[in-house]
């Protein structure tokens, strides 16, 4: 399988001259196609930062960084943008739109794909909000469904568009066990089913069997491979 990400000696600083403060040093990391890759670690480790780095939202400032075959360091903001558009983004805090109902939540990530219909896209949008178990919600806004029911509207977001590369920043932290774990199956299924790679932070340990490698980050720097479920 083709790797989907490449990172080389990728180190990250925030703030300016005396601020300057590095937060992720010298990180390497090769992702391949289908993996699905999970990172683990203590709060201000800087997972949040590398997979903002790998997703775009943030600019390479040291190091290589190659996503889904596109050199990052050096990228402009329109190549960033073209690469975003191959991405699925399911991270914290679900930030659905409160005035949109959830198939149009889930529907406006199809319309940056200018080569789809309106009516595609809603049948499609409905299509996904019916995997993840919401086909009776499909018109519900936000403030009528549960916690659970919102995240998979995110996750329905983050899928609809089959993104080759799906990054996910705790996605079940807001959950209790059991939706949390079914989520994580349904992003596990759809993953498989098209063939997408994902690199996920979580704490939760019930999920970390979903991993083909798990990986713990450390004060800004990226441990060695976690034998998988050690501690557990
Ligand atoms: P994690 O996701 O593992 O909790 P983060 O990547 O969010 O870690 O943060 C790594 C470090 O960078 C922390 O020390 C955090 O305080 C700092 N940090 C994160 N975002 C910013 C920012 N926008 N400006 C300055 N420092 C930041
Ligand atoms: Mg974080």
């Given at each position: 399988?083709?790797?989907?990400?490449?990172?080389?000696?990728?180190?990250?600083?925030?703030?300016?001259?005396?601020?300057?403060?590095?937060?992720?040093?010298?990180?390497?990391?090769?992702?391949?196609?289908?993996?699905?890759?999970?990172?683990?670690?203590?709060?201000?480790?800087?997972?949040?930062?590398?997979?903002?780095?790998?997703?775009?939202?943030?600019?390479?400032?040291?190091?290589?960084?190659?996503?889904?075959?596109?050199?990052?360091?050096?990228?402009?903001?329109?190549?960033?943008?073209?690469?975003?558009?191959?991405?699925?983004?399911?991270?914290?805090?679900?930030?659905l739109l409160p005035f949109m109902?959830?198939?149009?939540?889930?529907?406006?990530?199809?319309?940056?794909?200018?080569?789809?219909?309106?009516?595609?896209?809603?049948?499609?949008?409905?299509?996904?909000?019916?995997?993840?178990?919401?086909?009776?919600?499909?018109?519900?806004y936000p403030q009528?469904?549960?916690?659970?029911?919102?995240?998979?509207?995110?996750?329905?977001?983050?899928?609809?568009?089959?993104?080759?590369?799906?990054?996910?920043?705790?996605?079940?932290?807001?959950?209790?066990?059991?939706?949390?774990?079914?989520?994580?199956?349904?992003?596990?299924?759809?993953?498989?089913?098209?063939?997408?790679?994902?690199?996920?932070?979580?704490?939760?340990?019930?999920?970390?069997?979903?991993?083909?490698?798990?990986?713990?980050?450390?004060?800004?720097?990226?441990?060695?491979?976690?034998?998988?479920?050690?501690?557990?």
């Open positions: 399988m083709k790797p989907i990400i490449i990172v080389r000696n990728l180190s990250h600083f925030y703030g300016k001259r005396l601020l300057r403060k590095q937060v992720l040093f010298d990180i390497n990391l090769t992702i391949k196609q289908t993996e699905i890759v999970i990172l683990t670690g203590p709060s201000g480790s800087g997972k949040t930062t590398l997979l903002s780095l790998v997703g775009g939202l943030l600019s390479v400032q040291e190091g290589s960084l190659i996503t889904l075959g596109k050199e990052m360091n050096g990228a402009s903001e329109q190549q960033r943008v073209r690469v975003r558009r191959q991405m699925g983004y399911i991270f914290q805090g679900h930030n109902t959830a198939r149009q939540n889930v529907q406006m990530s199809l319309e940056l794909h200018e080569n789809i219909s309106d009516y595609q896209a809603k049948i499609k949008s409905e299509a996904i909000l019916k995997v993840v178990g919401l086909g009776d919600r499909v018109n519900y009528n469904l549960s916690g659970g029911q919102k995240q998979r509207v995110a996750i329905a977001r983050a899928l609809v568009s089959c993104p080759a590369l799906i990054l996910a920043d705790e996605p079940t932290a807001a959950l209790d066990s059991k939706t949390g774990r079914e989520v994580i199956e349904i992003m596990r299924r759809l993953a498989k089913e098209e063939a997408a790679t994902i690199l996920m932070v979580t704490h939760d340990n019930r999920i970390l069997d979903v991993a083909d490698r798990i990986f713990r980050m450390e004060d800004g720097r990226l441990l060695k491979e976690d034998v998988k479920i050690t501690h557990i």
